[in-house]
């Protein structure tokens, strides 16, 4: 069956350090999205992707990038990991083509940064 | 002002109640509008799309006013396992979606 997957489910690293977080899904979505999940606030757009080689920032994107080389996967690189980075972080895809805008979302990556 | 404001809650409700939460978005050209359930600790999933006619889906119906920019769901004859936190997502055009800061709902035997 057809998946989304992330990884790792969870990670905790140090200020400073570069951490890069995997997203892989089997649909061939050409629509792929980064958020994160925090207490107080709905799940917030870092970064998405229409399409290899297509980057756009989200509302929250400082600190965060992306790269999309090939269909199936959007990893997300926060360059220099920061305490307010400590999140829940989701990696969504879509069609995008087939007029249907409904999100598959991963199972989550708990981040934490010490 | 958020995009999307809902009331988190939480609504504590026994089995078989009648539950309704709305959620208000501040851009009227809002164009697209749906639900998500997200158990803890877990992904949202789509629970159902909202069309301005209104929807049902078994035990659920969803709305839509544009007038007063806000989309309801309706939960009858609640169950255990409706016991969830319910997502109000909002989207602005392309793929600009909102998402609601959710409305915790545990159903009580």
């Known amino acids: 069956d057809a998946e989304i997957t992330q990884s790792p489910r969870h990670k905790i690293t140090e200020t400073g350090r570069q951490v890069t977080l995997a997203c892989h899904q089997t649909w061939n979505h050409n629509n792929m999205f980064w958020y994160r999940q925090d207490l107080g606030h709905g799940l917030r757009l870092i970064h998405y992707?229409?399409?290899?080689?297509?980057?756009n920032k989200g509302e929250v994107s400082d600190g965060y990038s992306v790269s999309r080389s090939n269909t199936e996967d959007l990893p997300l690189t926060l360059e220099s990991a920061a305490s307010s980075q400590t999140s829940v972080y989701f990696c969504a895809s879509s069609p995008g083509t087939s007029g249907s805008l409904e999100q598959f979302f991963g199972p989550g990556t708990r981040l934490t940064v010490l | 002002r958020k995009e999307v404001e809902q009331d988190p809650g939480p609504f504590n409700v026994p089995e078989g109640a009648t539950v309704a939460f709305n959620c208000t978005y501040s851009n009227s050209a809002s164009q697209s509008f749906f639900w998500y359930r997200q158990d803890c600790r877990k992904e949202p999933k789509l629970l159902m799309s909202?069309?301005?006619s209104g929807n049902e889906d078994g035990r659920f119906t969803a709305q839509l006013n544009r007038a007063s920019q806000y989309i309801s769901l309706l939960i009858r004859d609640s169950k255990l396992s409706d016991s969830a936190t319910y997502l109000c997502v909002v989207n602005t055009g392309g793929n600009q979606f909102y998402f609601g800061t959710g409305t915790s709902l545990t159903v009580i035997p």
């Open positions: 909202v069309y301005s």
């Open positions: 992707s229409y399409g290899v080689q297509d980057t």
